[in-house]
């Protein structure tokens, strides 16, 4: 599958922004779709995921901010950002797992295919 990340941009801390994936190149179902982010100098850190298109998961940083979904009939994942904070300012990708098992829903390793990334930046 072949991944496009779009959505990222410039907000004011407390904003929200969306942030969408297109998944081309095969139906996504039965994938497990995710972001990540990372900043310079850090590594790719895990941000929120779908399960095999079942059940979501989220970073503690994130949780209760966030909300992952997709939609299937658009190919498209997407992932809403609310009550943005500085420390969110990274480089966002999405990813796709075709044999994601539950124990690695949270490790890069555990996905194959990659978005390009999208910068979202948050001023304070």
């Known amino acids: 599958v072949q991944l496009q990340a779009s959505g990222g941009g410039l907000v004011q801390a407390g904003g929200s922004l969306r942030l969408s994936c297109a998944v081309s190149?095969?139906?996504?179902?039965?994938?497990?779709t995710g972001w990540f982010r990372q900043t310079p100098g850090k590594e790719r850190e895990f941000v929120a995921t779908?399960?095999?298109?079942?059940?979501?998961y989220y970073a503690d940083s994130v949780k209760g901010r966030f909300t992952i979904s997709r939609d299937s009939a658009k190919n498209t994942l997407y992932l809403q950002m609310n009550s943005l904070k500085s420390e969110d300012t990274a480089v966002y990708y999405c990813?796709?797992?075709?044999?994601?098992?539950?124990?690695?829903?949270?490790?890069?390793?555990?996905?194959?295919?990659w978005g390009q990334g999208t910068l979202v930046t948050v001023s304070s």
């Open positions: 990813a796709a797992g075709r044999g994601t098992i539950l124990s690695t829903t949270r490790d890069v390793g555990g996905y194959d295919s």
């Open positions: 779908i399960f095999r298109g079942t059940r979501t």
């Open positions: 190149g095969r139906t996504f179902s039965g994938y497990t």
